[in-house]
């Protein structure tokens, strides 16, 4: 089964010529972070910031911020 990743968040799109043609030959893909880290690395830096005096286990929070990513994911599915 394949993991709903929203796409990439931070694409690098191949430079353009002086047309607006984008270049061949650019030897790197589309990459980047996807939808789905972006998310759920938002959503740590909420969870670590609203817990400042308590330090939840870390597994915890990385399966926490993966949960909201899948379901932010979901919701943006439905639109």
Do not use: H, V
């Not at 043609?21 to 990459?31: H, L, V």
């Not at 996807?34 to 938002?42: E, I, K």
């Amino acid at each position: 089964m394949t993991r709903e990743t929203g796409g990439f968040a931070f694409p690098l799109m191949p430079p353009c010529d002086a047309s607006g043609q984008s270049a061949q030959g650019y030897p790197y893909p589309e990459t980047g972070m996807t939808l789905r880290d972006w998310f759920a690395g938002q959503a740590l830096a909420g969870d670590l910031a609203a817990t400042p005096n308590c330090r939840p286990s870390i597994i915890g929070s990385a399966e926490r911020a993966y949960a909201y990513a899948d379901a932010m994911l979901a919701e943006r599915r439905k639109s």
